[in-house]
C-alpha cells in the first residue's frame, strides 16, 4: 500500500486558463478519494451501514491490525502490527471501549506483532504472536494476561515459549489452551506447530501428537464434542497425509472418521466452526477431496463437502493471501461475513468485506457500498454491530481505485466511471492524441474484465477495446510508458513476452497505436534489466533510464537513447553512466532538447552529480547547470515551468546543503530558487513521487505525505508558484486527499509520467 505516483499533466505554455475546470488523471494504487477514514479498523450494522456510535479517531491504527476478540462487557481486545491507536502509543496491544475510544485502565506493551488473541471466562487474556517480551518480560510468543494487561505470572510456558510465531489460539472448557502456528518447540521440548497447555502455562503431556504437524497451521478450533480442527499448509499429521486440514481426538491422535478424502489442492488460509459444527474454508485450493471448489468450500461436519452451501464461481484467485489471518464470522441467524482481500465472490463485486447467506449466496442487501480499499484481516460480530479490521484507511470512499479523474478543484469527475477499478498496482500512464488513455503496471483485471498488465481506456473509464494487447498481454510488470507523436507507444518492464511473443519484448518494446507490437522497432535481446522511466524525443529517439547495465548485448550504465528503429544511439554519449548500482528515476525534456534527469545516483561520467544532472543532447553533462550538493537522498520527480525553473521533489532533506523537507524550485543554471518557501515541507519518513504544473502556475504534487508545511495534504497538495498551499484545493478532510500509508519512494518505483492532456 503506498501513494498515487503516475499523473498526466495539462500543463501547456502559453495557453490561457479555461473557465471550466481542468481535469488530471492520477493513477497509483490507492483506493479510494476525500474518503471516510477509518485507519484499519471501522463498525458496522449487520447491513453494511457505518455505525458512527464507534469512533477510532481520524488516525485509527498506525499498522496493520491482525485479531479482534470481544469481552463480555463489549469491549475489544485487539492486536497486530501497531505502534499507536488514536495517535496514543500502544505497542501492538490495546483494548477499546465500545464508543471506539482508547481502555486507559488498560496496559500491555509488547516488543513485536501480535496474530490472535482469545478471551477466558475468568477475563483473563491468552495472546499469540511474534513477540518476545510482554511488558519487559521474556516470554516468548504466548502469554496470559491478566484483565488490566499486565502479565499474568501464574501461567508459566518457561523462558523458551514457543519458538516462532503462534497464529491461532483457542481455550478448552476446562482452561487448556490450544495453540498453533510456525514453531516446532515449545518451553524446550519438540512440538511440531501445535501444542496444548495446562491451565499453569506447561505443557500437557495427555495431549499426544506423535510427530505433529509437517507445516504451518492457521487456525485451530474446538468441536463441541472436545475434538479438534486444526488448518493451514501442512499435507501430513503424525506421518499420516491430511491435505491441510485434519481432525484431532482429545488425546491428541488423529479422527479417522473425519473423511476429507484427499483432502484440499493448496493452503487453507483460513477456517471458521459454525455454530452446527460445519466448517468454513478459504485459501488458495481449488478442489476439495477432488471436487471443485474456487477458493472456499463448506464442510460437513463428518468431513464431506457440504453441496447446500453454493458458492458458485467461488472466490476470485486475488484473495486469501498466505500468512494472514483472514477472518469469516457469523451472526445469530447463521449469515456468513467475509473479510479479505477479494474483489469477486462468484462473479459478483465484493470490495474485500461481504455478506453471504446460510446457504453460500450473496447477500445483496448487505450494502458496502466502495467498500474497503486494502485488505481486511479480521471480522467479528458483536450483537448488531460487525466489527472489521486490517490494512485499509478507509471504507465507502468516493470511487476511485488504482485510478481517478479530479479537478483543479479536488472535485471527483463523475464522467470517469473505472468501476471496480485494478486489481494490483498501477504503475505508469500516457495518454494518445485520441484521448485513449494508456495504463501499466502489475494488474491483471480492470473493473472486471481480464487486462494483463496494460490496458485502453476511453475518457470516461472504460475498456477501449481498440486497444488490443491480445488475451496474455504483457508477460510481466509495466513500469514505463511514453507516447510519440505518431501515438505509438514505448513500453518499458520487467517483461520478456508481449501477447505471448518474446520478440523484441526483452524490458523494452513499442507497440502500434492499436496496442499490436510495432516489429520495426528492433531491441534485439533488449535490456538486461527494467527501466523506470522513458521518453519519446521529438526527434523519434526514445530516451531510457533504468536499472540496466547492457542493451542487446552492449554494455551501457543504466542511461541509454535509441534511435527510432530501435538500435542504440551511438551519437548519446553518456561515457560510464551512473554510478554502479545507481540508477534515474524521473526525467524531463527541456525546450532545447537538453535532459534533465533525477535518481539516486552520485556520479555520472565520472563527475559528482548528487541525484539531478542536466544532459547535453549529445549525451554528455551540461556543465552551465550547478546544483551545489545535490539532494542528500533520492529525486523521484522533476517538472519544469514554463519559465525553465525546474520543481524537483523526492525523499530528500536537503539541496545543494539547505533544508529542504522533499521539495524544491531551481532557477535554469541550477540554484536553488530561495523565492519558492515550502516552509517545512512534507512530513516524516515519506517522498515525493510525482510533480505535475498547471497552466496558472499551480503545482500538483503526489507522493506519501499526510502534511505539508503543517496543513493536512494526504497523498495530494496543491501548491501555489510561490510554495505556499492553495487553499482552494480541498475536501472535507482538509486538503484533497488519496489514502495513504506513509511508505517511501525506492528504487523500484518508478517517476510519474508528465504527458500533455
Request: aromatic fraction near 10%; proline fraction near 3%; charged fraction near 10%.
Amino acid at each position: 500500500m503506498f501513494t498515487p505516483f503516475a499523473f498526466i499533466q495539462p500543463f501547456i505554455p502559453g495557453i490561457s486558463i479555461p473557465s471550466v475546470p481542468i481535469f488530471y488523471y492520477v493513477a497509483g494504487n490507492f483506493g479510494g478519494f476525500k474518503e471516510p477514514t477509518f485507519n484499519r479498523i471501522v463498525a458496522t450494522d449487520l447491513s453494511g451501514s457505518i455505525d458512527t456510535t464507534f469512533n477510532p479517531g481520524q488516525l485509527g491504527f498506525n499498522g496493520t491490525v491482525r485479531c479482534m476478540v470481544t469481552q463480555s462487557d463489549g469491549k475489544l481486545i485487539v492486536g497486530g502490527d501497531f505502534t499507536t491507536y488514536s495517535g496514543s502509543a500502544n505497542n501492538y496491544l490495546v483494548r477499546i471501549n465500545p464508543n471506539g475510544t482508547k481502555d486507559n485502565t488498560f496496559t500491555a506493551t509488547l516488543n513485536s506483532s501480535v496474530y490472535t488473541a482469545a478471551v477466558q471466562s475468568n477475563g483473563k487474556i491468552v495472546i499469540g504472536g511474534a513477540f518476545g517480551t510482554v511488558n519487559s518480560v521474556t516470554v516468548p510468543r504466548l502469554a496470559r494476561l491478566n484483565s488490566d494487561g499486565t502479565r499474568d505470572t501464574t501461567w508459566n510456558p518457561g523462558t523458551a515459549g514457543a519458538g516462532n510465531i503462534v497464529r491461532d489460539v483457542k481455550i478448552q472448557s476446562d482452561g487448556k489452551i490450544l495453540a498453533v502456528g510456525d514453531f516446532i518447540a515449545y518451553s524446550g521440548s519438540t512440538r511440531n506447530r501445535i501444542v496444548r497447555t495446562e491451565t499453569s502455562g506447561t505443557i500437557d503431556n495427555t495431549f499426544n501428537i506423535g510427530t505433529g504437524l509437517g507445516n504451518s497451521a492457521y487456525n485451530v478450533h474446538i468441536q463441541s464434542d472436545g475434538k479438534i480442527i486444526t488448518t493451514g499448509a501442512f499435507a501430513i499429521y503424525s506421518g499420516s497425509s491430511n491435505n491441510f486440514i485434519v481432525r484431532i481426538n482429545s488425546n491428541g491422535t488423529k479422527d479417522n472418521t473425519f473423511n476429507l478424502g484427499t483432502g484440499f489442492s493448496q493452503t487453507v488460509n483460513i477456517s471458521s466452526l459454525q455454530p452446527d459444527g460445519k466448517i468454513i474454508a478459504a485459501g488458495t485450493f481449488t478442489t476439495y477431496n477432488g471436487s471443485s471448489n474456487n477458493y472456499i468450500v463448506r464442510i460437513n461436519s463428518d468431513g464431506t463437502k457440504d453441496n447446500t452451501f453454493n458458492v458458485g464461481t467461488g472466490l476470485d484467485a486475488a484473495g486469501w493471501p498466505g500468512g494472514l489471518n483472514n477472518s469469516i464470522s457469523y451472526d445469530p441467524q447463521n449469515n456468513v461475513y467475509l473479510a479479505s482481500d477479494n474483489v469477486t465472490y462468484s462473479g459478483s463485486i465484493v470490495p474485500r468485506i461481504f455478506k453471504l447467506k446460510p446457504d453460500g449466496t450473496l447477500d445483496t442487501t448487505y450494502n458496502a457500498g466502495a467498500g474497503l480499499n486494502r485488505l481486511a484481516i479480521a471480522n467479528l460480530v458483536s450483537g448488531s454491530r460487525v466489527y472489521t479490521a486490517g490494512t485499509f484507511t478507509n471504507y465507502k470512499a468516493e470511487g476511485a481505485t488504482g485510478i481517478a479523474k479530479i479537478s483543479d478543484s479536488a472535485i471527483l469527475s463523475s464522467s470517469f466511471n473505472p468501476g471496480i477499478g485494478f486489481n494490483n498496482d498501477v504503475w505508469a500512464m500516457t495518454k494518445q492524441s485520441t484521448g485513449r488513455i494508456i495504463v501499466g503496471g502489475a494488474f491483471t483485471n480492470y473493473s472486471g474484465s481480464s487486462r494483463i498488465r496494460i490496458v485502453g481506456l476511453n475518457s470516461n473509464g472504460t475498456i477501449d477495446s481498440g486497444f488490443n494487447v491480445g488475451t496474455q498481454g504483457a508477460g510481466n510488470i509495466v513500469y514505463a510508458l511514453a507516447t510519440q507523436t505518431d501515438d505509438k507507444i514505448i513500453a518499458g518492464g520487467t517483461f520478456t513476452t508481449y501477447s505471448g511473443s518474446s520478440t523484441f519484448t526483452t524490458r523494452l518494446m513499442r507497440l502500434n497505436s492499436n496496442g499490436s507490437q510495432d516489429l520495426t522497432y528492433n531491441t534485439g535481446t533488449g535490456l538486461n534489466s527494467y527501466p523506470l522511466c522513458i521518453l519519446a524525443r521529438a526527434d523519434g529517439k526514445i530516451f531510457v533510464t533504468g536499472l540496466f547495465t547492457t542493451y542487446s548485448g552492449s554494455a551501457i550504465n543504466y542511461i541509454m537513447q535509441t534511435n527510432s528503429n530501435g538500435s542504440r544511439d551511438t551519437t548519446f554519449n553518456v561515457g560510464t553512466g551512473f554510478d554502479a548500482g545507481a540508477f534515474g528515476y524521473t526525467a524531463v525534456t527541456q525546450s532545447d532538447n537538453k535532459l534533465i534527469v533525477g535518481g539516486n545516483f552520485t556520479t555520472y561520467s565520472g563527475s559528482t552529480v548528487n541525484r539531478v544532472v542536466r544532459i547535453n543532447t549529445d549525451g554528455t553533462r551540461d556543465l552551465t547547470f550547478s546544483v551545489g550538493n545535490g539532494a542528500n537522498q533520492s529525486v523521484n520527480a522533476v517538472a519544469l515551468q514554463s519559465d525553465g525553473k525546474t520543481i524537483i521533489g523526492g525523499a530528500f532533506t536537503t539541496f545543494s546543503g539547505s533544508s529542504v523537507n522533499r521539495l524544491v524550485r531551481v532557477n535554469t543554471n541550477g540554484t536553488r530558487d530561495t523565492s519558492f518557501n515550502v516552509g517545512t515541507g512534507l512530513d516524516g519518513n515519506v517522498s515525493v513521487n510525482g510533480i505535475t504544473i498547471a497552466a496558472d502556475g499551480t503545482i500538483y504534487c503526489l507522493g506519501s505525505f499526510t502534511t505539508y508545511s503543517g496543513s493536512n495534504s494526504r497523498g495530494i497538495v496543491a501548491i501555489n508558484s510561490n510554495g505556499t498551499i492553495n487553499q482552494s484545493f480541498t475536501s472535507g478532510l482538509g486538503t484533497a486527499s488519496f489514502n495513504n500509508t506513509g511508505q517511501g519512494f525506492t528504487y523500484q518505483q518508478p517517476p510519474n509520467q508528465i504527458i500533455p492532456v
